[in-house]
């Protein structure tokens, strides 16, 4: 069959834009803070801790819009649908903003913003089960508007075919992701959709590189069982 459907998961990931980073190291300044010299976030966050949020505005609305696009990809991935994601920004946000001067930049301010994003999503999706408000047929019903949500770098013009096939792919890819574990769930969607290196995740979930890497080789597992034949057909036909 060639290669593991999990390895070209990635390769799907990486045609669309998000080919995971390596794992890099990058070591802190010595008698500093982890991150609040190199942290690109910091001088906003600092801004916004000295500053008191009355409301959305100011330097928490640049905070927001710095961050809102960049962890929706979390939000949709892990609840399965945009109606929950909205839940799980709203709940990431406002967590972000009540919290925000407890932050003492002993990571990187990014990883404290997923680390939110990924149990906020988990919380929604968790309460959205119980209430039976959630269903997988959501993912084979989702309308091209839903599906576009999360693919706003696909700008071309396909063939029905092609287009069908495509939408077929993504579905499928949605489909395994949500059938994992919440553990292996995020852990996947923070290497292969966030593009976060192994230390990032490590960083974000609060995890070791050990685990980190154990988790990634269970959820392979789990994503080559799950997406081997819809990858055969797309790419084999």
Known sequence: RGQPAARRFGSVMKARGREPSPAIHRPSPTGMPQGMNS???????????????????????????????????????????????????????????????????????????????????????RRARSR???????????????????????RSVEMPSASASRHELEQAIQHAILRLSEKLRAIIVLRYVENLSYEEVSETLGISLGTVKSRLARAHEALDRELTPVLDKHYLG
Request: proline content about 3%.
């Open 39 to 125: 942290d690109p976030d910091a001088e906003l966050v600092l801004s916004c801790q000295r500053s008191i949020a009355n409301s959305l505005e100011g330097d928490y609305r640049r905070l927001y819009e710095r961050f809102k696009d960049r962890v929706y990809n979390v939000w949709f991935r892990i609840t399965g649908n945009p109606s929950d994601a909205l839940d799980a920004s709203q709940e990431t946000f406002g967590i972000l903003f009540r919290r925000l001067r407890e932050f003492r930049f002993e990571s990187r301010f990014s990883s404290w913003v997923y680390r939110i994003a990924v149990n906020a999503s988990i919380d929604v999706r």
């Open 132 to 154: 039976r408000f959630f269903s997988l047929d959501a993912i084979h019903d989702g309308s091209a508007e839903d599906q576009a949500k999360y693919d706003p770098t696909d």
